[in-house]
Every structure is written in C-alpha cells, then in structure tokens.
C-alpha cells in the first residue's frame, strides 16, 4: 500500500513535528506499507494554471504525480487566517476533478488557537468530498501548548496519532476490498 | 438541413470517429506502429463505406499516443480510398491552425471526394497542439472564436476582406481552391456544458455535441439551450442540424460487450486524462437512460432511438476504437452495424 503524508504548509514547524510522528508511527506499525513524505517547504511547486496534472515539470510534478499514486494520503496542516495555507490549497488545485477517487484521506490539524477546531469540517472536508476521497472523519487536532521545542509532549495527542494511523491503514485496506468485492460482482 | 447535406427524411444519420488514438493494447501490453494505425483507419472507413455507414471523422491531438497530428492528410487518403461515405475532422482545433490553411486544405479534400467533405471545429480538450505550435493557453477561448469566425467568413465568402488580433489581415484575398459546391458544412464541436452549446446557438451553425457518458437527459439541456439561442438570435433551430459523439461497442451480449472495451476505455483514459473509467460508473453505463452505446446490438438500438426521441438529432457518431481495440474486434462491430444496428435505426426514424 502506498501511502503519502503531505505536509501543507511553508510556514512553521509544528506541522511537520507532527507528520514526523504519524510517519514514523505508521512505519512502526505498517513495515510493509510504501510511506513517503512531502513536506512542502522543501519543494518549489507552482501555482496550479490548468494544465494537465502530468504536464508540470520538476517539483510541482513530482508532487502531483505522487499525491495521484497513493492509496491514502494522511495531510497534516496549519490553520492560517482561520483557514488551510495556500500552499496545500494549491495541491488541491494541480489535481483534476474526483483526484482522491479511491483513496482514503485523513487528517491532522496543528493551530495555534481552540477557535480554529472546527476549520476542517467547515473547509476542508467539503474539498475532499468534492474530490472524491474516503474521508477519515476522526482527525486530530493539536494545539500549540501541546509541543515544546519541536517535540509532541502531550501523551494524549500521540495516542491520537497512533490512532489516526490505525484508521487511515484499517480504512483503506477496508475500502479497498469492498471495491475488489464489487468490482468482481460487475463481470468486465 | 440541405446546406449541411443533411435530408431528414431518410433517418438518423450513423457515422463513426477516431481520436486517432495509439495505445498499447491492454490484454498483450504491445501497441501496433504508427503506421499500422494510420492504415488500419484508412481500412476501417473503407469497411464502414460497405457497411452502410453515412459518416467517418478523424480528430486531431498533439501529444503522446496518438498518430492522427496531420488529420487532413488522413482524409485526404480517405477521400482517395471511399466513395460515398461523408469525410470530417473532428475536431480540427481552428485555434492553433490557420484558418486560410485549415480551409484550403478541407476544400482540396472536398474535391478530391466529390463534395463528401464536411469540418468540425474545435478548441481542444487536450492541449499539447498549444505549445507545440506557438500559441498561449491564456488565449484559449479568443484564438478560438476569432478563428472559427474566420473559417465560417471564408466560407461564406469568395473574397474575403477581414482583419483581427491573431492573424495578419486579409484584403481582397481569394482562398482557393473552392469546394465542389461553393461551400463545406461547418460545424462547432462542443463539450458537456450548456454554455459552449449556447455559442454554437448564437452563432447559428450546426453543433457536434461530445456525449461520453452520463444520463442522456443531462445532454437534452445543453441540445434545448442550444435551439433557444439560435432562435433568440435569430436562426431558425429546425434548420441546424445536431450530431451526438460518444462511446459505442457493440457485442453478442451486453456483458460481453462491457468485458471487451472496459479494459480499453480505462486504459485509455488513464493514459490521455491521467485518469480511469470508474467501474461503477462504467456499469451504469449499460442503462437505457446512460447516453454511453455499449452493448449487444438490440440495446444499442432501444438506447439510440431512446437519444434520438429525446434529441431529435439527425447523426450520432460512435466512438469504439479508444484505446487500443484491436482491428478485428473493429471489423465485428461494423459487421454488428451494418447488418443488425443501421438497418433498425433507419427504419425507426426515416421519415416516409
């Protein structure tokens, strides 16, 4: 199974810690899963123009063409101005419409204020829906009182991770034997 | 209708078109040469020619997996090769193209077929013709409309005084050679949505609407915006003909049927989109309502008479070579068309 953790954003490094921990947990637990990480502060990636997803070239490639092979995507990102980064909006944007067919997608939200709880129900599962994907409906959320010094020191919110783990792995080997299931009933 | 060489009275007209795709074939990995291709098409209108069928068009994309850039090229073999069967592009993508060019060419087919030659125009739905020839996505829509405007005036005109953004101006200019009776029915290819539809409508030329797949219904929309633009700018909607495109394959049983494409159609779409056919959709397709023609003969027949009861269209053009099909499964469907499918079709909607 492959599966990507997309960090989204540029800024900071709380969301990274945190997709840190959720890979290494997923490691841990899946050895035999296809784990890849793309943080996007470390890419060049280009505004979305329209263009065919596999017609970008370097970076913004790479990024697309991975996201679009991946069973699950776990994504990890801030809240800014009570809302997702432009950064991870853009990723959304290079992708063609139904992208996340078939693939699970979960989430963790790293913010600095309790306000922004409710930003992923509101902005982001609506995206991912429209998108297509299975979406994990549980995400964790982490708040600034919970790292200290690029480290997760609420055991709480590891468990949360351990968890998230869990259910995106449970969810799309699930989702992925009801299609086999269904798809054989079709006969073509 | 008569512009267009279209007489109603002798029923839905059935044709066939190419994308001019070449892809592996998806049960043995191995693809055929371009040249192979290329001959197996010139082979296939000569064989729907026998069959009966009214129509045969050629598209043209410039990227990977296709063969078919130099569309006209094709047709002119095609003209040379047939005898009665109308020839079309579809679609020659005006926007990259020279209209002045795009016309010589289509008129020099026209000849050479005796007046069989017909031009769908289109903006592209891949865009590889964009970069490779020189011109800016961001002009997307304005190189189109300002170039099919031209192609339509040329048409229309023998001296043709003209000027615009993406062309140098043309003064008293002849294009030449004219086509075999003064004029070659033009049409606009256009997409789903209603509002390309509505264009089309507005410009009071025939539309060559893309169905490939989804309830047929959804369709009729864009077929009813279309009449009621043309009539609102007025034009009269019961002299424009529409032609229906999408995906056809016809075999013994409908599961058959769906056994032998899917793995074409996904393949294929995964290639030149970047993504499958979802099974699930793909399945629904078999339903009366579903506007794909996948199926064995007798319903292909109920669904293209269910369309042509709601369109009240006067050609539909099948698609079944996506993807790598290889040619003798191409041969057994014409053979299906022309003794069970086109026999029904006319019988059920010529007009005696």
Known sequence: MKIVGLSGSKVGSKTRTAMDYTMKAAAEKYPDAELTLIDLAEYDVQFSDGRDYREYEGDTKYVAETVMEADA?????????????????????LLPAGAFRD?????LVTAGSPKHYLIVEQQVKPILGYMKAQIVQTYVFIEEQDFYRKEITNDDVLFRIDRL??????????YTKIREAKEAEYDF | MEKYRIDPSKGLEFGLYTLGDHIPNPSTGERISAQQRIKEIIELAKLAEEAG???????????????????SVVLAALAQATEKIKLSSSSTIVSTLDPVRVYEDFATIDLISEGRTEIIAGRASRVGNFDLLGYSLRDYEELYEEKFDLLL????????????????????????PRPLNGSMPIWRAVGGPPASAIKAGYAGVPMFLATLGGPATSFKRSIDAYRQAAQMNGHDPSELPIATAGFFYAAETTQQAQREVYPHVNQGMQLINGQGYPKQHFAQGADKRDVMNIGSPQQIIEKILYQHELFGHQRYIAQMDFGGVPFDQLKKNIELIGTEILPAIKKYTAQN
């Open chain 2, 53 to 71: 069928i009214d129509f045969f068009s050629v598209g043209e994309s410039h990227q990977e997996y296709f063969t078919t850039q130099a569309h």
């Open chain 1, 103 to 107: 693939k699970v997608v979960s989430m």
């Open chain 2, 153 to 176: 005036k040329i048409n229309e005109e023998e001296v043709v005084n003209w000027d615009g953004q993406f062309r140098a101006p043309l003064k008293n200019a002849k294009v030449l």
């Open chain 1, 73 to 93: 995507i776990i994504i990890g990102t801030p809240i800014f101005q009570a809302s997702i980064p432009a950064t991870l909006k853009n990723v959304f944007d």
């Open chain 1, 165 to 174: 783990v869990e259910d995106t792995f449970v969810l799309a080997e699930t």
